[in-house]
C-alpha cells in the first residue's frame, strides 16, 4: 500500500517509543499536578504550535476542565508552586522557551510535553541557546522523527508527513486522563 | 463474578460499544484506556482503510495534475492549522472556509475533515463543491452511514468517531476526544498516498521543510517559487 501504510507504520512506531519510554514519566506528571492542586496550587496548560492550540481548546468536546488555558503573555498569572504543562512541536522556538523562562523566574515547575532534539540537527533559536526540556521538572519526550518527517523522500529532500500533531494529541489526552482520574480518587 | 472480574467484563463490552466507561482501581486506568482506544482505532484504519486512502490519494493526485486545485476544509479550523504551512506538509495546498464555496471551480479536490457527520457548514461546502463539479474527500464519522456529510462526500474515509467523541469516563464525565488523533493521522496517510500518486505521475509535490533546520529558508524559498510554477 505504499507511503500511506509506511506512514501509518511510522506513526504507530512513534507510538509504541512513547509507551516504551513514557509511561511512567506520564504517570509522574499527573501526580505532580494533582499534587499540587491538593497543596493549593494551581495548574496550567500552555499548547502551542500547529494542531494544539485547536485540538485542546477550551470549549472543544471532551476536554474535562483539570488544566488551565494559560496564553504566551500570561506567564504573571503563576505563583510559586504552580504547575505549567507546555507542548510543542519542537520545544526550541525562542518565543516558546521564553514562557519557560518566565515561568521558572516565577517559580513554576513545569512539565513539558516535546522532543529531545541534536542542536545540530534542529536550530535552537533563543540566545542562551536552551530549549524548554532544559527547564522542565519533567520532560515527556514524543519521540518524533528528526525534522517532523515520517517519511523520507527516496531523492533525498527534508521527508514528508510529521507525526508530531498526531503524537502531541495523544499524549495530551492521556495525561488528562490521568490528572482527572487521581482528581476522582 | 467478584467486583474484579465484573469490572473486566464490563469495561470489555463497553470498549466493543466505542465508550469505556468502568473506572475503578482495579482495572487499566484511564490513560492506558485512551492508548488502547487510539491503537485499536489506528489498528482498524490500517485493516479495513488502506485502499480507500490509496484511493483517495490517487483521485485528489488526478484532479491537481490537470491543473485543479487541492484545497482542504474543517470547520474549528484544527486541521488547516495542522495541515498548512508545517514542516513535511504540502506546499501546493490551500484552505478554503465555509464562505468560500463560490470560489471553488470544477477542476479543484476538496478535502473536507470533520469531528462530527452533520456539520451544516461542512454539509453546504461539501455540496456546493460536489454541485460546482469538484472532487470531495471526506475524512468524517460513519457510525451508521446515516451522517449528512458521509452522504455528501465522494470518498470517505472513516475516523470511527462516536456521538460522544470521548474515548473514556471518569467520575461520571466523558472525556478525551479521539477525533484529533484519527483525523490527525488520516490527514497524513492521505497526503502520503496522494505523494506516491503524485510521483507516479512525474509530479512531485514540493513539501516544507522545518524551518529549525540548518539550510530550511533557501530550501524552502526555492520550493516555493516552484510551486508556485508547478501549481504542487
Known sequence: MGLAKDYLDALEANI???????????????????????????????????????????????????????QAEETDRLEPGDVLVMTHQYGVHESYVNVAVAAKARGARIIAIAPRSDPSEIVRSHPTGTWVGDYAEILIETHIPTGDVALQAPGGGPGSCPTSGAIQALVHWMLVC?????QAR | MDRREFARVAAALAAGAGLVRIATADGPGAMRRYLTRIRRDLARVQAEQL??????????????????????????????AEALGRAGGLM???????????????????LVIADEPANPADVALTTAAHAAGALVVGICPQRDRAGALWQAVYVRIDNY??????????????????????????????????????????????????IKRPGSKAFNDAALAATREAGC
Do not use: C, F
Not at chain 2, 501546493?92 to 476538496?110: C, F, R
Open chain 2, 92 to 110: 501546493g495546498i490551500s484552505a478554503v472556509g465555509a464562505d468560500q464555496a463560490a470560489t471553488i471551480q470544477p477542476q479543484d479536490a476538496l
Open chain 2, 51 to 80: 485502499d480507500v486512502i490509496v484511493a483517495a490519494g490517487d483521485l485528489l493526485a488526478e484532479r491537481v495534475a490537470a491543473g485543479g486545485r487541492l484545497l482542504i476544509h474543517d470547520a474549528r479550523g484544527e486541521y488547516v
Open chain 1, 16 to 70: 509504541g517509543a512513547v509507551v516504551r519510554d513514557e509511561m511512567d514519566r506520564l504517570s509522574a506528571a499527573a501526580d505532580l499536578i494533582v499534587g499540587a492542586q491538593r497543596d493549593g496550587r494551581k495548574a496550567y496548560e500552555y499548547l502551542a504550535g500547529h494542531l494544539m492550540p485547536y485540538e485542546a481548546a477550551v470549549g472543544r468536546r471532551g476536554r474535562p476542565e483539570v488544566l488551565l488555558p494559560m
Open chain 1, 178 to 182: 490521568a490528572v482527572a482520574e487521581r
Open chain 2, 161 to 210: 468517531v462516536t456521538d460522544e467523541d470521548a474515548a473514556v469516563t471518569v467520575d461520571g464525565v466523558a472525556m478525551a476526544p479521539t477525533s484529533g488523533v484519527l483525523n490527525t493521522a488520516l490527514l497524513w496517510a492521505v497526503t502520503a498516498a496522494y505523494i506516491q500518486a503524485m510521483e507516479k505521475r512525474g509530479k512531485p509535490p514540493h513539501v516544507w521543510m522545518s
